[in-house]
């Protein structure tokens, strides 16, 4: 989560509630899809260790990266039981979802993203300059 968003004067994506967001959303609306996330996690695992010798989580943020693109981009050595781009991109969009959506779905801790983005729930619109 935090490589595809990472802290910087703000919270990456782990510290922001991400991870509560996403095992509230697999009771819920990702239950469906809770074993093609296990099946891509196993297969970025695996994908980790036929080019690195190691965990993905071991591996240095840099590597972790050029792992991550080249999943997104399809060009993966393991072979995956589910589309790796497309696991890459549903990944990317529920960190997302995550991240900037209502405290109350799990993520977004602390309204974090929101006053990043200066969203002040409950304040009047400005009016168009």
């Excluded at 260790?49 to 989580?57: E, W």
């Excluded at 109350?104 to 009047?124: C, K, L, S, V």
């Amino acid at each position: 989560m935090d490589r595809i968003i990472p802290s910087d004067e703000d919270p990456g994506a782990w510290d922001a509630g991400v991870g509560d967001y996403l095992a509230m959303q697999f009771e819920r609306d990702l239950r469906d899809t809770e074993a093609d996330y296990r099946a891509g996690l196993d297969a970025l695992e695996a994908e980790a260790i036929a080019g690195a010798q190691t965990g993905f989580a071991a591996l240095p943020a840099a590597e972790q990266d050029a792992l991550l693109r080249r999943v997104e981009a399809g060009t993966v050595t393991h072979t995956w039981p589910i589309d790796p781009a497309a696991f890459f991109q549903t990944v990317v969009q529920h960190v997302a979802e995550g991240y900037y959506s209502n405290p109350a779905n799990g993520g977004n801790r602390d309204e974090t993203a929101w006053r990043m983005i200066g969203f002040m729930p409950g304040a009047p619109a400005r009016p168009p300059s």
